[in-house]
């Protein structure tokens, strides 16, 4: 998938994912597929996600590696649920033995937090990845920090294009 990823081929990574699964199911190509597709965003990709993750979804504890909850949580704030992305996305923050770094989850749990008026909230958690992170996250934290002090930004949201995760900012006019 990651090489996918680099040469622009999502889409052939996404079908490679799906064909995988299809011959030999496994809880890890699961994960990583409902995840990319949270990212990616194409019709129908929210509604795979909900179904690939529909156990985590029923009982949390369940996800031994925090993908899941954070691909669900991505996907509620895509579509605006963010009281639901900060539920999933606290959740995967909280997997005891995460299969991986949560400077993602925490940057989306952010987003959410300012989405829902909690800026005090959000900014902790933006200062605390600009100030500990670096690369991407680090850059992005930094950006949402400063469109929440400037009081001008309505919501927050990964871009739907994977690999150009950035701030997307909506006015009052696009609402």
Not at 29 to 34: G, I, M, S, V
Not at 106 to 116: D, E, M
């Amino acid at each position: 998938m990651e090489y996918c990823a680099k040469l622009g081929r999502i889409d052939e990574g996404v079908s490679m994912l799906k064909r995988s699964l299809s011959l030999r199911p496994s809880q890890k190509t699961a994960e990583r597929l409902a995840y990319i597709l949270s990212l990616r965003g194409k019709e129908g990709d929210y509604a795979l996600v909900r179904s690939l993750a529909a156990p985590i979804a029923r009982n949390p504890r369940l996800d031994r590696s925090g993908f899941m909850l954070e691909a669900l949580g991505i996907t509620a704030l895509c579509e605006g649920d963010d009281a639901l992305a900060v539920r999933y996305l606290s959740a995967a923050i909280d997997v005891p033995e995460r299969a991986h770094r949560d400077f993602h989850a925490r940057l989306y749990l952010g987003y959410a937090l300012a989405n829902r008026g909690e800026k005090e909230k959000a900014l902790k958690v933006l200062d605390f990845l600009r100030n500990t992170t670096g690369g991407d996250v680090r850059f992005k934290a930094a950006a949402a920090s400063r469109l929440i002090r400037g009081g001008t930004i309505v919501r927050l949201i990964p871009q739907k294009a994977l690999g150009v995760d950035e701030i997307t900012e909506k006015t009052n006019e696009q609402n």
